[in-house]
């Protein structure tokens, strides 16, 4: 399983596809937290938040997190590699977690830039220190938490096609059902209490209380729960392929 899983941070970095996803994630947030004016501008703004950076991160990631995940099967699949990496001596569920794990890393790589902006916001605050450290380090779990479902969800759309356009918009398109999808279907027009139900489905209604950094073992029970939701659902696709 190590081995599987180093493979695939080789893949990513020796293709400077880790490389750009990272560059694209930091440009993007450094662009709208201290470049554009607007409402998520920081200096613009005369707080000390780094809030503005949970607002927009969720949206680059329903775009990039698929990005790394759409070749991770997909691409074995299409080149004839799949049947192989099955005969290894690794369990379905090893090799699922192996590819997760090395998209998840990825995105932890991302990340850990952008405590620049915090240690940024730390120094040039009105007075030095004036940031909500542990309300911050909350939001960076709740984002984590976020970006592992991104990743379970991208893992399954690479391993039910070997079309990696066709896995990047599944990706998307079902991680935006969950992220928003949900929230909009509880408006219509039902009862407070299924309403209620519908919006705990979806990822925004956890999101947004790890954001604000609760850190609640029910938020946490869902992101775990629905990441292991769809790498058993990939595990299942890969046994299907051995029938």
Do not use: C
């Amino acid at each position: 399983m190590l081995a599987l899983y180093k493979k695939e941070l080789s893949i990513f970095f020796s293709s400077f596809t880790g490389y750009l996803v990272i560059a694209i994630f930091l440009l993007i947030n450094s662009l709208f937290l201290w470049i554009f004016p607007g409402d998520f501008n920081i200096p613009d703004a005369g707080y000390a938040s780094l809030d503005n950076l949970f607002v927009i991160a969720p949206w680059v990631f329903l775009f990039l997190v698929p990005a790394v995940t759409m070749r991770l099967f997909s691409d074995e699949i299409r080149s004839g590699t799949m049947e192989l990496l099955l005969t290894r001596p690794l369990s379905d569920m090893h090799i699922v977690l192996a590819k997760f794990a090395a998209g998840i890393t990825l995105v932890l790589f991302s990340l850990l830039p952008t405590l620049l902006y915090f240690i940024s916001i730390y120094l040039l605050g009105a007075r030095s220190g004036n940031i909500d450290t542990g309300g911050t380090l909350g939001s960076y779990i709740g984002l984590f938490f976020l970006a592992s479902v991104y990743t379970a969800i991208g893992v399954f759309a690479s391993s039910i096609t070997d079309n990696p356009v066709v896995s990047f918009l599944v990706a998307a398109l079902t991680a935006f059902i969950f992220y928003l999808g949900f929230d909009s279907l509880s408006l219509l027009n039902i009862n407070n209490s299924l309403s209620s139900f519908i919006v705990n489905l979806g990822i925004n209604e956890h999101y947004k209380s790890m954001s604000r950094g609760v850190i609640d073992s029910r938020d946490v029970a869902y992101f775990v729960a629905v990441s292991a939701l769809f790498l058993l659902v990939t595990r299942t696709v890969l046994q299907s392929r051995k029938w």
